[in-house]
């Protein structure tokens, strides 16, 4: 049978897609999805054994990234698994199924009204673990990202504590340009990078200091050059980008980075680069004002008191997707009546969804099942779910990820506690 990455039995027959749903009543167990790049050097904080961070071929780099609940594979060049970067559901009689063929499956029942609009599941969210920084970058905007048939992507950061027991190299991450940079500041670095060498483009940038537990709000068009810190990245559903650094990570970076999503008859001219540059947004002189996203106690948590769980926003500045950190205490349990489908994924703890395991990963080995991560379908959610600590202990961690549209997210935007995209 087919083979996706470290998985064995990779399937798509109609029996063993309604075996998932059906098992865990539309809460379905995934099993870790491991991306490797060749860009970048592991911080070795994604909790695999310590000699499972580089288990493929020469020139496929070091497993940097876990994603989650994801529709869509990974761009990692020619030597690209065909189910790289796609997250795999694990059927009860053995075997993984692909996401996407689930959600095309069930459709309405799987992802709600995403389906309607969207025809896929809109978002992932990923563990990035890079011990440097990673280059200064770029994601496109949806004009300029469907002239490659792509979305735009814009994306978030929140760094767990959990996930963060060293801070890496830099624990600072560049954000847009100086609010007196020139177009051809920019393009002067540009011409940099295709020279060689390092072009020092950051110079043009602010470097702000990241902490655990908070996060930042990163729209499409923005530059960035993320911290060393161990990320939680919710996003939306593509992997397009251009480098704009020429030195990073201790190395070069290939001009390919930089050409990967320009349209072939746009290479090698400077000015397409440019226009991907949200202006307004990069120069914006309340940067921090409009992008530092601290948590915020959702209205649904502050009304039963906070005794036996607390759940906080972590991402609620786009409106491409949301995220929220759910804490039990030892011992305790919640029912959320989450209106939407959503991925989730236990950082800290044990305990129990709807009966089944629950568990963060202490460490694993490559190509093992774990515990640790479940999507709850649209039919799952609207059930109703129950997450229960069994550790008299220690708390129960849970970071959750929607898709765009979230309801809970509109009704406690509304009330002015939250901030706007």
């Not at 491991?34 to 493929?56: E, G, I």
């Not at 593509?238 to 020429?246: H, K, R, Y």
């Amino acid at each position: 049978m087919t083979k996706a990455g470290p998985y064995e039995n990779v399937t798509s027959a109609e029996a063993a897609i309604e075996r998932v749903m059906d098992a865990g009543q539309g809460v379905l167990r995934l099993a870790p999805t491991w991306v490797p790049r060749a860009f970048c050097t592991p911080a070795k904080r994604l909790r695999l054994h310590p000699h499972d961070y580089f288990p493929l071929a020469k020139d496929r780099g070091g497993i940097d990234e876990r994603w989650l609940a994801s529709a869509i594979r990974a761009e990692n060049g020619p030597l690209t698994d065909p189910f790289e970067g796609l997250s795999l559901a694990v059927d009860p009689d053995g075997g993984v199924v692909p996401f996407d063929e689930f959600i095309a499956h069930f459709r309405t029942s799987a992802i709600g009204s995403h389906w309607d609009t969207h025809g896929a599941w809109p978002m992932y969210s990923k563990f990035f673990d890079n011990q440097a920084p990673l280059p200064f970058h770029i994601h496109h905007r949806d004009e300029h990202a469907a002239l490659v048939g792509k979305p735009g992507k814009p994306e978030a950061y929140y760094f767990p504590p959990q996930m963060n027991n060293h801070p890496g190299e830099f624990p600072y991450t560049f954000f847009g340009l100086h609010p007196e940079t020139t177009r051809q500041q920019v393009i002067d670095k540009l011409e940099g990078f295709l020279r060689g060498g390092d072009n020092r483009i950051t110079e043009l940038s602010k470097a702000y200091r990241v902490t655990p537990g908070t996060g930042w709000d990163v729209p499409a068009g923005i530059l960035h050059a993320p911290a060393s810190l161990c990320t939680y990245e919710p996003q939306a559903a593509c992997d397009v980008f251009a480098m704009t650094e020429s030195w990073s990570n201790h190395k070069e970076v290939a001009d390919e980075l930089l050409w990967k999503d320009v349209p072939e008859d746009r290479h090698g001219d400077l000015e397409f680069i440019v226009d991907l540059v949200d202006w307004e947004r990069n120069v914006d002189p309340e940067f921090w004002s409009h992008r530092f996203t601290p948590p915020v106690e959702t209205a649904a948590s502050r009304a039963q008191g906070g005794t036996a769980y607390a759940e906080r926003w972590i991402t609620y500045r786009s409106d491409a997707f949301s995220a929220k950190e759910l804490t039990i205490a030892p011992g305790g349990s919640a029912q959320i009546a989450d209106r939407d489908a959503y991925g989730l994924v236990a950082v800290g703890g044990i305990g129990e969804i709807n009966g089944q395991h629950l568990a963060s990963i202490s460490s694993i080995r490559y190509g093992q099942f774990s515990s640790d991560e479940y999507f709850v379908t649209a039919d799952g959610a609207n059930r109703g779910v129950t997450i229960r600590n069994t550790s008299p202990t220690e708390d129960l961690v849970v970071l959750k990820h929607f898709g765009p549209g979230n309801a809970e997210l509109a009704a406690d935007r509304a009330n002015g506690t939250l901030g706007q995209a």
